[in-house]
Each structure stands twice: as structure tokens, then as C-alpha cells.
């Protein structure tokens, strides 16, 4: 288990970014404070401050600033293997109706850890890790399949992961 930033994408790089949809502007302190977190979320204030100008105390006001604003979060990334959930699987939904609301009762469920609109073939994509098929065919067939709105999913399940990363800095 290891401790990875889960921050912002940003275009590109400048001394001070516009917010992104009404998000907070950062400014090139904030994103290299990111960028150090990214690179190991258990780095020391003072490790942090010496590489990019600041106090210790500075420091930790800017992280604290920006875990409130939403900016970022310090969590710890498992392997889901190592801790019980043998099954992953990205399941694409098309919806009649509704999107947002489809959208947010799969949000409710535990077992769906990433949840996103977009404009392809899909309505929605969504993540599902589970502790074995059994599990993945009943969160499938009995809960999102009775979601009012969604009228198809398809399933797409892991074999094998072979790169999942949170290091794409603030580019």
C-alpha cells in the first residue's frame, strides 16, 4: 500500500493557472507543492518547503488550503487484489432519460469507484471492483440494471492491470 495525490488536471504549464470551472486559481508554489505530494504523499513539510521556497509552515497552510478547496486529496492506493476484491470491470451504460440521475445512484454504490459522463459510444463509464464474479453479476444485473433510466450496460472485465498511475503531475 502506498500513498499517492489525486489532484487537478491542468492544461498548460504557467506561473498561475485560470480556474477551471470556477475552481480555484493555482499558482506555480501550489503546483509544485503537487507535484512534490505526487511523487510520494507521505513527503515531509520541511522536504516540501526546501524544494520549493517555502516554510514548513507555509507549506502545510497550502496543503491544508488545498485538500479545502477540493484541489487534491492524500489518499492510500491498494491493490485491490491484496485485500480481497479479485474482480474489476469497467461497464459501459447507455440511458434513456436522465444521465445526471443515473449518474448519481451509481455514485451511491460502494462498489463503484469511478463514475463519469461522456460523449462516445457511452452515456456513462464506470469502474466496479468487487470481491469475485458472483459479487460483480449481482451489482450488474440487479443494481444497476434496475436503475430507472439505464437501458443497456456492457461489460468489460479486467484479465490483467498493468499500469494504474496518479503521476501526471500539473501539466
Known amino acids: 500500500m502506498h500513498s499517492d495525490v ?3 488536471r491542468s492544461a498548460e504549464h504557467r506561473d ?3 480556474p477551471r470551472s470556477g475552481g480555484p486559481q493555482l499558482d506555480s508554489v501550489s503546483l509544485a507543492i503537487i507535484e512534490q505530494l505526487q511523487e510520494d504523499g507521505r513527503r515531509p513539510y520541511a522536504a516540501i518547503g526546501k524544494a520549493v521556497g517555502l516554510s514548513e509552515a507555509a507549506v502545510r497552510q497550502r496543503v491544508q ?3 479545502d478547496q477540493g484541489v487534491m486529496q492524500i489518499v492510500a492506493v491498494t491493490d485491490p487484489l491484496t485485500v480481497g476484491f479479485r474482480r474489476q470491470a469497467m461497464v459501459g451504460v447507455h440511458v434513456e432519460g ?3 440521475s443515473v449518474a448519481d445512484a451509481l455514485t451511491a454504490m460502494s462498489e463503484c469507484e469511478y463514475v ?13 471492483v468487487c ?4 459479487h460483480l453479476l449481482e451489482v ?12 443497456s450496460t456492457e461489460s468489460f ?8 498511475t496518479y503521476m501526471w503531475g500539473t501539466r
Do not use: C, H
Not at 434496475?146 to 437501458?151: E, H, K
Not at 472485465?157 to 494504474?164: D, E, G, I, S
Open 6 to 8: 489525486v489532484a487537478s
Open 16 to 18: 498561475s493557472r485560470e
Open 65 to 67: 488550503k488545498l485538500l
Open 98 to 100: 436522465d444521465v445526471e
Open 116 to 128: 463519469v459522463m461522456t460523449a462516445g459510444s457511452f452515456d456513462l463509464m464506470v469502474e466496479i
Open 131 to 134: 470481491e469475485d464474479d458472483d
Open 140 to 151: 450488474i444485473n440487479r443494481r444497476i440494471r434496475a436503475i430507472p433510466g439505464v437501458r
Open 157 to 164: 472485465v479486467y484479465l490483467k492491470l498493468k499500469k494504474q
